[in-house]
């Protein structure tokens, strides 16, 4: 079992920037796929980002060159940097993990994740 606690979110104008953090505990995280999740009532639940044990990484289209993705093992950390942001990025954000022994494993689907945290709200004004 993994706990996931989200950090970060807030209120920014349109352009604007934050950044998330995702603290992980209960297990090493050298040994977790882990991801950003995001939720709206018009859009349901969308993978944003997601990096493997060994770094690599996706994203969806429509943040592509505006946010990055990052992780710190070290401390048990994972990150989103989200830049020029839209009011179409309004959401709720959710880290997600699941162990996983693949090091390149990587999966913007939710059912792919084991582990969830409460969420931490974004909203972006035009």
């Known amino acids: 079992q993994v706990d996931l606690v989200e950090s970060g979110g807030g209120s920014v104008q349109g352009g604007g920037s934050l950044s998330l953090s995702c603290a992980a505990s209960g297990q090493d995280s050298r040994y977790l796929l882990m991801g950003w999740f995001r939720q709206s009532p018009e859009k349901g639940r969308e993978g944003v980002a997601a990096?493997?044990?060994?770094?690599?990484?996706s994203y969806t289209e429509s943040v592509k060159g505006r946010f990055t993705v990052s992780r710190d093992n070290a401390k048990n950390t994972l990150y989103l940097q989200m830049n020029n942001l839209k009011p179409e990025d309004t959401s709720m954000y959710f880290c997600a993990a699941r162990w996983t022994t693949s090091l390149d494993f990587r999966s913007l689907i939710p059912s792919d994740y084991y582990s969830w945290g409460q969420g931490t709200q974004v909203t972006v004004s035009s």
């Open positions: 990096i493997s044990r060994d770094g690599s990484i």
